[in-house]
């Protein structure tokens, strides 16, 4: 499984992002995609996730200001960023759960100035 990712950038505390990943490559045996974000200096942490099936979580840090969703047609996740805030800063990355094992995008940088 391949994973691009992209759509990071630099918005202003209160702005929007969209981030995007399209998967290749064994798609068929993706269980669930996801996004992790690692700040400098930080460990990395779950930002969300979506099964095969659509079921969703979320880091509590995030509910109600993103949202993830995905595209079966285009084999593309999306994650919805709204309301950002300063500690939102980190790259992040695009995973994907293939019988348990972890598959990593690279990294997009999001940078939220205050």
């Known amino acids: 499984v391949q994973l691009q990712a992209s759509g990071g950038g630099l918005v202003q505390s209160g702005g929007s992002l969209r981030l995007s990943c399209a998967a290749s490559?064994?798609?068929?045996?993706?269980?669930?995609m996801g996004w992790y974000r690692q700040a400098p200096g930080k460990q990395r942490e779950l930002v969300a996730i979506i099964t095969s099936g659509s079921s969703t979580n979320y880091a509590d840090s995030v509910k109600g200001r993103f949202t993830i969703s995905r595209d079966n047609a285009k084999n593309t996740v999306y994650l919805q960023m709204n309301s950002l805030k300063p500690e939102d800063t980190a790259v992040y990355l695009c995973?994907?759960?293939?019988?348990?094992?972890?598959?990593w995008g690279q990294g997009t940088l999001v940078t939220v100035s205050s």
């Open positions: 995973m994907s759960d293939v019988r348990g094992y972890h598959y």
């Open positions: 490559g064994s798609i068929f045996s993706i269980n669930a």
